[in-house]
C-alpha cells in the first residue's frame, strides 16, 4: 500500500468510534471522490484548527480570542451554570432545549484507571464564576457512573461553603452507566425538570 495512503488511513482510525475499517472507508471515498470535497475538508479542517480554541471562561469551542455564544448571550445570565463533561454533552443539551442558562465544560473525569487528576480538568476558575456571574444554582449533568459521581463529589468538596449556591444533579431518566449523547430529548427533559438537589 501507498505509505500516503496508510498514513491517511492510520489518522482516521484514530478518530473516536471509527476504527481502522472505518478509516479505510473515509479515506478511500476522500480519495476517490471527483466533486473536490475531499480539498474542501482539508481546508475546512485547516481553518478550524487554526482558529478555533476553547472559550476561556467556559471552555466551549469558538473562534479565538473571543467568548462563546453561551457567554455573550446576557439572556443566558440567570444564575444557573451546567457543568458538564465534553462538547458534545452541551450539543446534546442544546438540542433539547431543556437549559438556557450557561455551560462549564470541565473536559473530562477524574479516574484512576486514566490517570486523570484534578489539575487535568477545567475546574480551577469555577469559583471565580460563581462569584462574577451571581451563580445560584451548579447542576451536573455529568455521566451516571463512578467516574463521574467522584468527579461531581470532588468540585463540590473543592467549591466549599459558596453562600447561596445549590448544588443539584439530573434527576431520573438518565440510568446508572449512561452518557447524555445517548439519551433522547423526552428523557432530557424529564431529567432536568426533575433535578434533585444535593
Known amino acids: ?14 478518530l ?8 479505510q472507508r473515509i479515506a478511500l471515498a476522500l480519495l476517490q471522490d471527483k466533486t473536490g470535497r475531499s480539498a474542501a475538508l482539508a481546508a475546512a ?5 487554526e482558529n ?3 472559550c476561556a471562561r467556559c471552555g466551549v469551542l469558538t473562534d479565538k480570542g473571543t467568548l462563546c455564544e453561551f457567554c455573550r448571550d446576557n439572556a443566558r445570565a440567570n444564575g444557573q451554570l451546567c457543568v458538564v ?3 458534545s454533552d452541551v450539543w446534546t443539551l442544546e438540542k433539547s432545549a431543556v437549559f438556557q442558562g450557561r455551560y462549564h465544560i470541565i473536559g473530562g473525569l477524574l479516574s484512576g484507571a486514566t490517570g486523570t487528576l484534578p489539575q487535568d480538568l477545567n475546574i480551577a476558575n469555577l469559583s471565580q464564576r460563581i462569584a462574577d456571574e451571581k451563580i ?3 447542576i451536573f449533568a455529568l455521566p451516571n457512573t463512578v467516574e463521574g459521581k467522584t468527579t461531581q463529589h470532588y468540585i463540590m468538596s473543592s467549591l466549599g461553603d459558596n453562600a447561596g449556591v445549590e448544588f443539584s444533579e439530573l434527576a431520573s431518566g438518565v440510568p446508572l452507566g449512561g452518557d447524555l449523547d445517548y439519551l433522547d430529548d423526552g428523557t432530557l427533559t424529564l431529567a432536568f425538570g426533575g433535578r434533585k438537589s444535593l
Open 52 to 54: 478555533i480554541a476553547p
Open 85 to 87: 463533561r465534553d462538547l
Open 136 to 138: 445560584s444554582e451548579i
Open 16 to 23: 473516536p468510534r471509527v476504527g481502522s475499517r472505518g478509516g
Open 45 to 49: 479542517l485547516l481553518d478550524a484548527s
Open 1 to 14: 500500500m501507498n505509505p500516503k495512503i496508510e498514513k491517511l488511513i492510520k489518522l482516521f482510525a484514530k
